[in-house]
């Protein structure tokens, strides 16, 4: 994974606080959503959900299939590429196959710690957190 430029443009609430259990993706239809969960005290815990609207293409990598430098540029926070390659190629099929999208698509990345990396090709995404 090779980009040209990054812009964070969200992150973890509290970088050093530990996940509890693995993140989860639910892709449902042109959504996804990531959810996962941060231990910020002994006994309490942060839910987080992030939602990914107009979703044309996703992929997950896991921990032993990514690089340092992708792990240190992307873990815990979420990053717009701009300048990606595999997006013209999704722009490319969209309009190949006669479905453009009707908004500018975004191609946003999250990795986590102990894996996995997202990658999303979407519209944009809305973060929500939660005790």
């Known amino acids: 994974?090779?980009?040209?430029?990054?812009?964070?443009?969200?992150?973890f609430p509290d970088p050093s606080a530990p996940?509890?259990?693995?993140?989860?993706?639910?892709?449902?239809?042109?959504?996804?959503?990531?959810?996962?969960?941060?231990?910020?005290?002994?006994?309490?815990?942060?839910?987080?959900?992030?939602?990914?609207?107009?979703?044309?293409?996703?992929r997950c990598t896991l921990r032993q299939a990514l690089s340092p430098p992708v792990l240190r540029t992307f873990q815990?926070?979420?990053?717009?590429?701009?300048g990606s390659a595999w997006k013209d190629e999704v722009l490319a099929a969209l309009m190949d196959n006669g479905t453009p999208?009707?908004?500018?698509?975004?191609?946003?990345?999250?990795?986590f710690e102990e894996g996995p990396c997202y990658d999303f090709i979407c519209g944009g995404f809305e973060a929500r957190s939660r005790p």
């Open 1 to 11: 994974m090779i980009y040209s430029e990054a812009n964070v443009l969200w992150t």
């Open 19 to 58: 996940l509890v259990g693995d993140p989860h993706l639910s892709p449902l239809g042109e959504t996804c959503l990531v959810e996962f969960s941060f231990q910020i005290a002994e006994r309490r815990s942060e839910a987080v959900s992030l939602l990914f609207d107009r979703v044309a293409s996703y």
């Open 76 to 82: 815990g926070r979420l990053t717009e590429i701009t």
């Open 101 to 111: 999208p009707s908004s500018p698509l975004r191609h946003l990345v999250i990795c």
